[in-house]
């Protein structure tokens, strides 16, 4: 399949866009911006509409249907999104609003204002739970829009409310957004980088242009804007933040050779310092160059330096077979035979309402949303038809980098201000997700314009390599399969993959996990030692923390919970068998009683259990019923204290574990826009806490996982899913009265005497039969198509390419 983007333009002026490398990461190592243009869109391909239709039904053979059972769901989906007819007429509303005084996306310059998105306002649980619990109406919708206003020499983001939804033009209404936020300045959020691409790449040219000697000279390559240039400058984003002085610290890099998305490990060790504050570009200044831990104040010192005797010239990384992610070396032994997979041999035991997004399988049901800022996330999530959670969703991502260089030092990204939803794109199937999953669409609106992402999320069931029970004795055998069900999306942003499974088993426990791969961003070694490995000629590992915040909104067997801790401690005892004392241990119980006690960390020695109980619910002996929380695989926070980049943006970055009293008004942890303001920023997470009462309260606890990852040779050309791992489990404690997993028949029991079987025992288990004509996964992957823009506005709802959901 050709690796070029394509068009197909049909009637009222409908564009659907598919283009396979979205999303990555050209000649910047800046995440993809919100308002990111797709480029180089040429040839056209007249098919792709009858292909996705036929994509949408296709079933394979009988032993890999993904033939979900279609449910209907008990309830409207709420949390699902704004439909194609809502977001059409909220964009035409916006239009008309001369105070907003807005320039279409396509039309705009770097002065002018713009929609940058617009999405469902997603209900607060209290209006949620009336209709969800108590039948009653639907919570009013309302429309949550940004409009980037850049006509203006200090620009800043606007988050505004309209509705209530559908628009009433008499009735209809702008205000505000302030409620959410802990920073109340009428939902406005300075912009610190309006999108001036023009005069930045401009700015840097002239830079450049000014040391082509010098560069012509170090690596036999010039930066001029020119086709034939093979070195770029560009540097990190957010910029800087200093005195009120807007700064810029930019890097000189190699630009790949081939067709391979290296370019971030290709660092070329030469730095330049500049301020831009405001937009006019006049009044920038270059402040300093660095070179070989060398701070230089102007260009001129630096090229006196440069043609000084001595100055020591550093080598140069460059792109090549090192760096590429195809197959190379000995082919493995035994490799080249096709690897074992997985089938369905009854098809999926599953059942789906597509057009809500809601889930049933085994005693586990839940709805799923998706949104430009954090991807996928889970609703009203039931095990034997008691809510278990009420949200659990990824809040916020951050990226904090270290080394001697600026870059390094000062890189700290937040990746929802670039979203996790513009770079879901396709799963691979047999790859991302087995061959036999069912895979549904995800769609966000931005710039004017749907975005549907074709099988962006995978549902599976899959047989664990382990069994969940099995006990042997001298005259039987007893086994359970370790069943489980993952829904799963893979983000990627900028240079990196991060793939999120949300996983339920047949115990009633429920899994969070992600992983992370993609190339690194590396740093150039020089004077780098105390900050990462040297993994290639010119190359450092840059080291770095990924944390990852996840809310979850528990509502164990009621809205009123509490968080208690059992420790395992050592103690020294005298029992009323023995005169002795014994060293031994036990346990000890306390509850978090209120929030200036709830911000803490995994126990050393994983010795204490952190448990969600409700206090009014017991067992017939007397125990709390609840969940348990305990973590899967390296779960972490971050490693900087007070971070200077970051100051107040991230505070939910410091304790893997943080309890607040839930509030209508604090439904994230973060705002995408953090990054713009880190000393006020939008969203304070330390301002949830208020010392507020946790005992027997609606509760939310805060999560972590992550990654201390500091790169090796291993992590060329990219980091690999098996060990850039991290999860965390909930899991029932005194919920029920045995294991919930005793009702699947997906067991065996084998009864035997002096090595004769006299029974075996299956429960009633179907032993289907099916032929099994096995279609490698790669024949079907000639189907991929990336991502599907269609244009929004104007709207026409009779055009059969607007019903994107269709296609699942």
Known sequence: MPTSSWYLTVALGLTILVNPTAGRLHADLRRPSPKQ????????????GQKLHDRSFSGAGSCHESNFTKIQAPKKNIWTGLTDPEAASVLSWLFEQTDLNLTLSKDAGDWDNTVELVELMQPNKTNSLHFIDHNGKEPPRYAHVVIDHRATVEPYYADILIGPLPIVNRTTQWQPLEYPYTRKTQGRIRNVDPDDTLVYDTWLLGISTSVADITRDLWNATYLGLDNDTISLWGIDPLSQENGHILRWDQFWHDTAGDFDSSTLLPLGLYVHSDVTGRDASKWKVLGWLYNDIFYPSTEDFRNAFYSPGFEKLGA???????????????LPHDRSYPPVSVAPSGSRFGVDVEQKYVEWMDFTFYISFSHDVGMTLHDIRYKGQRILYELGLQEALAHYAGNDPVQSMTSYLDSYYGFGPYAFELAKGYDCPSYATYLNSTFYEDETTHTHIHSICLFEYDADYPMQRHSSSYYVSVTKNVYFTVRSVSTVGNYDYMFSYSFYMDGSIGVEVRASGYIQSAYYAHNEDF???????????MHDHVLNFKADFDILGLNNTIQLTKQIPTTQKFAWSNQTRNTMKIEHSNIKNEDESRFNWAANSATQVKVLNLDETTPYGEYRGYRILPSTGTIHLTVENSTNLRNAAQWANYDIQVTQHHDTEPRS??????????DPAINFNKFFNGENLTQQDLVVWLNLGMHHVPHTGDLPNTVFTTAHSGVQFMPLNYLLGDPSRETVNMVRVVYDDGNVSAVHTFGQHDDQCTLDFTPAESSLWDYVGDVVVRKFPYDPNDPYFDTDSIS
Request: net charge negative.
């Open 532 to 542: 990462g490995y040297h993994i290639h000629d010119a190359l450092s590992g840059s």
């Open 670 to 679: 973060a705002h995408p826009k953090n990054s713009q303001d880190v000393e």
């Open 317 to 331: 990384n460059s792109d090549g077979e090192w760096a590429h992610t195809d197959q190379r070396g000995k082919v």
């Open 37 to 48: 243009k797709h480029d180089s869109r040429r040839d056209l391909y007249q098919g792709l």
